[in-house]
């Protein structure tokens, strides 16, 4: 049986055309899901800031209108920019208090205590549970007559000191970093272990052989070639920092009591967006404007910071 | 300095860190502990005794919960939700993972950055069209279009981590296989995949955990009780039993529990699961 | 029967090309070796007959009959590979059978087909355990268990004992040569190890940068190399080589200058054909050259190392050509460093070169 040049160009168009199929197959599916529940309903958040909204009808197209009434309008401005000042408190706290702390940590458990492995799991424990759960529980904590905190303050005797942690707008915020600071510490944690683990063994070694102090090895040695961890620890921070919502909104509300005083970005954005479902007004548009700006400051600090750090990883080496 | 006294210098340093550490772990468990141990004691125990250990265990506050609640149905949701995305995802996932990582054709690297980039997109913001999509789709109320959010939120991850582990396994399988006479479906499904199992657990850990306790997408798309999912669930039990606090230390007591306790015999696996995504 | 015909094929790899216009037949039953360096294009041949690789152009004849538009489970060929390429998560039973299990065999017939393959390699005992837990010799063999189990017209091997230490290389060796005597099928190996394709094959075929450079039977490449390239490459330690001139053509013979100075007569020779003035390559390979004296043809060298392996020595000269010279020669030599020798040749044992490395007839 002779084969003709014909027919091996055939096979040969024809397997090609199976290779097409089968990957058309693998990747439909998975592309399907990603374009009909991400891509498209985020390039549409671009597209529906741009118009007015009559409840879930959209009406015409306004330009900028949407976002210049969160940015300049004064009667919502003030919540834009109040929001937007408690995102960066916390964030500025929370890289201080949690990632510090979770830094010392790290360094503490890259010397091989005895009982490190079971630290590790302690730490991390908290990580795991669901928001919800810590919101709760800590509220129940914190609660002025009923809760544990206050109940050991004046059982060792600091009754000035068992305030009404969530209910002050003093005290509000700072109880609420600390609570995430505590829930979280041990992401972080493991992170910079990982990392300071990656470094080898004889550079650390050699330092200490030459005489180093643990402080001198920790900053001159241990801290630059941390950095590609520190980059992702502090971008992940910021991006936690602005998605801020269940926590403030099981512990504080969604109006960010006492006195907006733990309002965020994100509990902003629901209100706006939805706190209006049943009322029926036109702030889907100004919401889907919020949403876009809120994630502009996101995406813009990602990158500036990425960049910033990323050179500072490329010269530690 | 002598080779005794660099000793001692060091297993003081040794001493005071396993004190910092020893403190830090009892802050960390602490809570913890005082949750749990409070769900067995009745709430007025509570108000008088905090701290001490319960006088009996007392699993009245659990029964409430388990009979006269809707906390179980709350549960069962999520375990449904959870489970049936982490399924699709891993089925699609690694679909896309395979077609990435085994072949080479015009667009790879397109397909690549596609699935990535939506790593950086915080879905959360896109709520509002998200919404008026589901409604359109039917899903609003139901299971199923969480499960799809779930999904499509936790694929870019996926895709990442398993592209990664499939790259690695070694052209020759293939091509063996291939003389075998295997189908490239039979390739998939019979040799390539068993081979990276231990991505695929990964890979479903680090997406179970964050899709069980996610409470943003149900609050929204989610209205009637007997579909809420368990962290959404419990605001709604926690309203009503807002002063029973024997009762809601036992509803987060047994909200918990699943977590830890996958958490604490898999610790290693889970550990390297959830930081999986930052490291790289 | 099985006869392989490979007709004027090329391969490229976007602008590259890998292998150029390649015409090459395999008889039935030989056991033909492809060996060449890295690269040279020996496992893209293997892959192109296997089926792993498309063909740029070409044809592929099994028999008479095309092949190279079928799949490669398809073209009566089993492969074995370097690496083993065992299913770790199988057993070696599993391994061995999957090729059965995909064409939906039945199960008896599977069983009997694999406890034979099994017995011809002694991996009854194995058939149960996984590849992690075999040693490098048994795993090789459950690959080559798993392309007897299919019973195909051709074995194809891709460099399978690279992997394995030197001891256990001798001994699949010659266990595979067994094999073929055994099984009386095709086999076409590819190695970089010139040891191997000299003790193993019934033909070689050596392969540099894409062409064929010459096939033959072993004995026939080490005696009658075409070019520098094979000359150089079969042989171990490689043939010297060293360059010349040629001074005067008379009726004594020729006479030539080397590059050192040192001068070469071939006596009442009047092949080869050549003219004065030209360019000549001499070739010697290092067992060839002699020490008694009187000989007619010497190069002189200072020594440099001399290796006593008690059994034989290898001596290393400078003597101002291109290449130093090494010296094979059986038995104990007491020769020392510094020592200033001329080691001599037969005209029959040179081989001579012209500019472009092609052999010349003596």
């Known amino acids: 049986m002779h084969i003709t040049d014909r027919d091996y160009q055939r096979a040969k168009i024809f397997r090609k055309l199976k290779k097409f199929l089968w990957l058309s197959f693998l990747l439909f599916p998975p592309a399907l899901i990603l374009i009909t529940f991400i891509f498209l309903p985020m390039a549409s958040a671009l597209w529906y800031s741009v118009y007015e909204w009559n409840g879930l009808i959209r009406g015409e197209f306004i330009g900028l209108d949407n976002f210049r009434k969160v940015l300049l309008d004064p009667e919502r401005n003030w919540f834009f920019f109040n929001a937007l000042k408690n995102n960066i408190l916390v964030f500025v706290s929370l890289m201080v208090i949690q990632n510090g702390t979770a830094l010392i940590i790290a360094l503490f458990l890259a010397r091989e205590p005895k009982g490190a492995r079971i630290y590790q799991v302690v730490f991390f424990l908290p990580v795991i549970l669901s928001t919800v759960i810590i919101g709760f529980q800590w509220k129940m904590f914190l609660n002025p007559v009923f809760g544990l905190v206050n109940k050991l303050l004046n059982t060792i005797g600091l009754n000035e000191w068992a305030l009404p942690w969530l209910g002050l707008p003093e005290t509000a915020l700072p109880t609420m970093i600390l609570v995430n600071a505590w829930a979280w510490v041990g992401f972080p944690a493991i992170v910079f272990l990982a990392a300071i683990h990656r470094i080898p063994r004889d550079l650390i070694e050699a330092a200490r052989l030459d005489g180093g102090s643990e402080w001198q090895i920790a900053k001159d040695i241990i801290w630059p070639l941390m950095a590609p961890a520190v980059t992702i620890i502090v971008v992940l921070t910021f991006i936690g920092s602005f998605n801020w919502f269940e926590l403030p909104y099981i512990m504080a509300g969604l109006e960010g009591s006492p006195a907006y005083s733990t309002d965020m970005l994100g509990l902003l954005f629901y209100r706006t967006a939805f706190g209006s479902i049943s009322a029926g007004g036109t702030e889907f548009g100004v919401g889907s404007a919020l949403a876009v700006i809120i994630f502009l400051l996101i995406f813009l600090f990602s990158i500036i910071a990425t960049k910033i750090l990323t050179a500072r990883e490329v010269e530690m080496g | ?280 | ?362």
């Open chain 2, 1 to 280: 300095m002598s080779g005794i006294e660099k000793t001692n210098t060091v297993r003081l340093e040794n001493a005071l860190i396993q004190i910092f550490l020893a403190t830090a772990a009892l802050f960390m468990l602490y809570p913890i502990f005082m949750m749990v141990l409070s769900g067995f004691k009745t709430t007025p125990e509570i108000f008088m005794s905090p701290f001490s250990f319960p006088e009996r265990l007392n699993t009245e506050n659990f029964q409430v919960i388990w009979n006269k609640t809707d906390v179980p149905r709350y549960f069962l949701n999520s375990v449904i939700v959870t489970l049936s995305s982490i399924i699709l995802l891993l089925v699609t996932g690694t679909m896309a993972a395979y077609a990435i990582a085994r072949y080479k054709f015009r667009g790879t690297l397109m397909v690549s950055l596609f699935f990535l980039s939506g790593l950086m997109l915080p879905i959360r913001l896109a709520i509002i069209p998200l919404f008026i999509q589901l409604k359109y789709l039917g899903l609003i109320d139901n299971l199923l279009g969480l499960i799809f959010i779930y999904t499509a939120m936790s694929l870019p991850a996926t895709v990442f981590i398993l592209t990664g582990f499939l790259r690695s396994l070694p052209k020759e399988l293939e091509d063996s296989a291939r003389m075998d006479g295997a189908s490239e479906l039979r390739i998939m499904i019979d040799i390539m995949v068993p081979l990276i199992s231990p991505a695929l657990v990964i890979a479903g850990i680090y997406s179970a955990v964050p899709i069980w306790n996610d409470f943003f997408f149900p609050l929204i798309f989610i209205q009637s009780p007997e579909w809420k999912t368990l962290a959404q669930g419990l605001t709604s039990f926690f309203g009503e039993y807002s002063i029973n606090y024997g009762v809601l230390y036992a509803g987060l007591s047994l909200a918990s529990l699943p977590m830890i306790l996958i958490f604490i015999i898999q610790s290693r696996r889970f550990i390297a699961g959830m930081t999986a995504g930052a490291l790289k």
């Open chain 3, 1 to 362: 029967m099985a006869q392989i015909n490979m007709l004027d094929i090329t391969k490229r790899f976007g602008d590259l090309e890998v292998i150029s216009s390649t015409t090459l037949e395999i008889n039935d039953g030989e056991f033909a070796v492809f060996v060449g360096p890295s690269g040279c294009g020996k496992s893209t041949l293997l892959r192109l007959l296997a089926g792993l690789d498309e063909l740029t152009s070409g044809e592929i004849r099994l028999n008479n009959q095309r092949i190279d538009h079928l799949a490669p489970a398809k073209r009566g060929l089993a492969m074995v590979f370097q690496s083993y390429a065992l299913y770790p998560h199988m057993s070696v039973y599993q391994n061995m059978s999957y090729s059965l299990k995909v064409a939906k065999e039945p199960k008896n017939v599977i069983d009997e087909k694999v406890k034979k393959a099994a017995d011809i390699l002694q991996l009854g005992e194995y058939l149960d355990r996984k590849p992690k837990e075999l040693s490098g010799g048994q795993r090789q063999r459950v690959a080559i268990g798993r392309a007897i189990v299919r019973e195909p017209k051709v074995f194809l091997f891709d460099e399978p004992l690279s992997n394995l230490d030197a001891k256990l290389r001798v001994q699949m060796r010659i266990e595979l040569t067994k094999l073929h005597k055994a099984l009386k099928t095709t086999m076409i190996y590819v190695t970089h190890d010139q040891v191997e394709a000299m003790t193993m094959a019934d033909k070689i075929v050596v392969i540099n940068e894409g062409r064929i450079e010459q096939v033959g039977a072993p004995l026939e490449l080490y005696k009658k190399p075409k070019n520098k390239f094979v000359a150089g490459f079969i042989g171990s330690p490689a043939m010297n080589f060293f360059s010349g001139k040629v001074n005067k053509v008379s009726s004594t013979g020729i006479h030539f200058i080397l590059e050192n100075s040192d001068t070469l007569l071939f006596k009442k020779c009047q092949k080869p054909e050549v003219s004065v003035g030209e360019n000549i390559q001499f070739g010697v390979r290092p067992e060839h050259f002699i020490f008694m004296k009187n000989q007619t043809q010497t190069i002189n060298g200072k020594v440099y190392a001399v290796e006593r392996l008690g059994g034989e020595t290898y001596i290393y000269l400078n003597s101002k050509t291109d290449n130093d010279i090494i010296v094979h020669c059986s038995g104990d030599r007491e020769i020392k460093v510094g020592e200033n020798l001329d080691v001599g040749f037969s005209i029959k044992d040179c081989h001579l070169f012209n500019s472009n490395g092609w052999a010349i007839d003596k």
